[in-house]
Nanobody, 119 residues
Framework: QVHLVESGGGLVQAGGSLRLSCAAS????????MGWYRQASGKQRELVAT???????NYADSVKGRFTISRDNAGNTVHLQMNGLEPEDTAVYYC?????????????WGQGAQVTVSS
């Protein structure tokens, strides 16, 4: 079992910055992908960014050039640096971890962190 705890959400004006962090604890395997998804009110949850244990990243087109995902050397904490925030970025941001071991895949979610961008 893996437990994910997010921190760093809040309220910011358009053009501002926020940094989200997600700390993973529990039974963490070497092969995993961690990332961030978001869900705005009345919309489906969508991918924001992911990062593998090897450091390969993937971003939604809407955040490319503004958001940066990273993870610490131990690999158990992932960060999302969000610059140039826009009102359209307002959403609950969820940390996600996908673990691979053998033929098995497990998915975990954090509790969510509210990000509100005012115009």
């Amino acid at each position: 079992q893996v437990h994910l705890v997010e921190s760093g959400g809040g309220l910011v004006q358009a053009g501002g910055s926020l940094r989200l962090s997600c700390a993973a604890s529990g039974r963490i395997f070497r092969r995993n992908i961690m990332g961030w998804y978001r869900q705005a009110s009345g919309k489906q949850r969508e991918l924001v960014a992911t990062i593998t244990t090897g450091g390969s990243t993937n971003y939604a087109d809407s955040v490319k050039g503004r958001f940066t995902i990273s993870r610490d050397n131990a690999g158990n904490t992932v960060h999302l640096q969000m610059n140039g925030l826009e009102p359209e970025d307002t959403a609950v941001y969820y940390c996600n971890a996908v673990q691979y071991y053998g033929a098995n895949v497990d998915t975990y979610w954090g509790q969510g962190a509210q990000v509100t961008v005012s115009s």
